[in-house]
């Protein structure tokens, strides 16, 4: 029988919101962005992805530290 997400307790909708302006910084080598961008795609939701380069450091950088002050990937921005 095939396991559905409402059999493992875990919701996938969206309730409905419009969140078409949510954008996904990362780099797919990192499980978390992975994990992140593979839940937004189940739900249906579109997202602009913005590579972080976390080789040359841009994840240190202040424009990166003003989305996420942590330094660290994925962040998800809703909005502009
Ligand atoms: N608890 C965080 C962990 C994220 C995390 O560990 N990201 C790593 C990449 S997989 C990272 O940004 N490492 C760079 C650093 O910490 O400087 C989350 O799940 O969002």
């Known amino acids: 029988m095939a396991r559905s997400s409402a059999m493992v307790g ?3 909708s969206n309730g409905g919101r419009d969140m078409s302006k949510m954008t ?3 780099i797919w080598l ?3 962005t992975y994990k992140a961008g593979l839940a937004l795609s189940l739900m249906g939701q579109t997202f602009a992805y913005k590579h972080v380069d976390l080789r040359a450091g841009a994840h240190k950088q ?7 002050r ?6 998800l921005v809703d909005g502009d």
């Open 24 to 26: 996904l910084y990362g």
């Open 10 to 12: 875990i919701s996938l």
């Open 62 to 68: 202040a424009e990166y530290l003003a989305i996420n």
């Open 30 to 32: 990192s499980g978390p």
């Open 70 to 75: 942590f330094g660290q990937v994925p962040a």
